[in-house]
């Protein structure tokens, strides 16, 4: 972008939150604050009530953010160091406290002055008042992205937006000399599947693995209640991701891979991510209450586990590869409640020591690619490089162990009700065996992803082996 109008004794006065940088301090502190303790929800109520100020101020002396993290408006910082290298004053002023707004600076070292809330919250009038009072009326230029922001835009001399509403750009054009309008980062419905993590969707495919067990997929009955129970835990694994992900923001944003994703971007604000878990949270709670009160019952732990897991539980070793394991099995247990089909011993161990295997997996794998003796310790996990050796050992039994129950089910009384030709299955075995091996030589190596069913997802290998093992099980039938 080219100068417009440049005047060097014309100082160019740039918004924070939603402007320079992708989103909201507030929002950000509160995150931060409830990821320390869910509980400090209930104070913050009570601090809303004694007003703005009074609020930023009891969220920021309980939290530090890691300002170098937060996603900024590269154009637009880009266009602020052009301005100022040219010898432009350049001002940030923002409704942010001013101990924020100056750490910013810290970050960002193009600014000459710096205003933000303290007594007052430095908002619209609040905000025009000081700018007026310091340059002057029509004596400054303004860069903002909210209709907050119209009384100051009103009085200045030229204005910027970045990332505006339709309205709020026709009335800027309406009272002010509009420069330029930077809309970077156009939201999209794709956006927002990737917030809930639409793939991970295929997970709840497991919901059907007791209709398949059983040799009930002939009821149409039993086939809808399946897919509606599909559908209830989709949206609300989603709400729990979405949650996750907004928990998660700072160690996201430190991760070369987790940092593009949607919140950690700042390509969905923080406030829509808690409207879009809301919504889904009760679409898919909805859908459940129209089973059966297990199925309910089910499905709502899911979710307060998974919030519990994205709280505290994932920090602590063995646990989080237990839970995780633990939500692969509850799936199945939740096919079985929404379909009244009985889940076997045989099934239940089955998935639980292979979904344990994985869950290692998934362990092992983050632990080779970082750096150092402290291993996950900077993503809050209990692990270091000196547990690699044993926690490949703990999943590659875990995977044996899995075949050898799947070999016992073979000799067991239930096969020769389900199938004719129960011979025929240990084919099954032998290829679970080896995708088993294949998948930990594959870890061992380096080359698996941080998610083992997304790594399965698109790998060829595994869908060979599958179609195999799906065309052997009809086969035995």
């Excluded at 026709?170 to 002010?176: G, P, W």
């Excluded at 917030?195 to 919901?207: E, F, M, V």
């Amino acid at each position: 972008m080219n100068n417009h109008g440049f005047d060097e004794n014309i100082p160019l006065v740039v918004d924070l939150d939603g402007t320079l940088i992708k989103t909201d301090l507030l929002h950000e502190g509160v995150i931060m604050l409830l990821r320390k303790n869910l509980l400090y929800i209930f104070p913050c109520l009570l601090w809303m009530l004694k007003g703005k100020v009074y609020f930023k101020n009891r969220i920021f002396n309980k939290v530090h953010l890691h300002y170098e993290l937060l996603p900024n408006n590269e154009e637009l910082l880009n266009f602020l160091q052009t301005e100022s290298s040219s010898g432009r004053k350049i001002i940030l002023a923002t409704a942010s406290l001013m101990s924020n707004a100056q750490e910013i600076s810290k970050v960002y070292p193009i600014f000459d002055e710096v205003y933000g809330t303290e007594k007052i919250n430095l908002k619209g009038a609040n905000k025009l008042k000081i700018l007026i009072d310091e340059f002057g009326e029509s004596n400054f230029d303004y860069i903002g992205n909210s209709h907050s922001d119209l009384k100051i835009i009103a009085s200045s001399r030229y204005s910027y937006l970045v990332n505006p509403s339709k309205s709020l750009e026709r009335k800027t054009r309406k009272i002010s000399e509009l420069k330029y309008v930077w809309k970077v980062g156009k939201i999209h419905l794709k956006d927002y599947v990737k917030a809930i993590r639409g793939y991970q969707w295929l997970k709840n495919l497991l919901i059907f693995v007791p209709l398949f067990t059983s040799h009930s997929f002939y009821s149409p009955d039993l086939i809808f209640q399946a897919i509606a129970a599909f559908f209830a835990f989709s949206f609300t694994a989603s709400a729990g991701y979405v949650i996750n992900d907004l928990l998660d923001l700072n160690s996201d944003r430190s991760h070369p891979r987790k940092r593009f994703r949607p919140f950690a971007s700042g390509k969905l604000s923080i406030s829509s991510g808690i409207i879009l878990a809301l919504v889904i949270l009760t679409v898919g709670l909805t859908i459940a209450s129209q089973l059966n009160v297990w199925f309910f019952t089910i499905l709502l732990g899911y979710f307060l586990v998974s919030i519990s897991y994205s709280l505290f539980l994932k920090r602590i070793a063995l646990y989080d590869v237990f839970i995780l394991a633990f939500f692969y099995s509850t799936r199945i247990i939740a096919g079985g409640q929404a379909t009244q089909i009985p889940i076997s011993f045989w099934l239940i161990t089955f998935s639980t020591f292979m979904f344990l295997s994985l869950a290692f997996v998934k362990r092992c794998s983050e632990l080779m690619k970082t750096d150092g003796k402290n291993g996950l310790h900077e993503r809050g996990r209990e692990y270091t490089k000196e547990d690699l050796n044993l926690l490949q050992i703990m999943g590659i039994v875990s995977g044996f162990l899995s075949v050898v129950v799947f070999s016992l089910y073979i000799n067991s009384p239930e096969v020769r009700i389900l199938y004719s030709r129960p011979k025929i299955l240990w084919t099954v075995g032998f290829l679970l065996l080896f995708w088993i091996c294949r998948i930990w030589m594959i870890t061992n190596r380096g080359k698996m992803t941080d998610d083992p069913i997304v790594f399965t997802i698109k790998d060829a290998g595994s869908y060979l082996i599958f179609l195999i093992i799906a065309l052997t099980l009809f086969l035995s039938i």
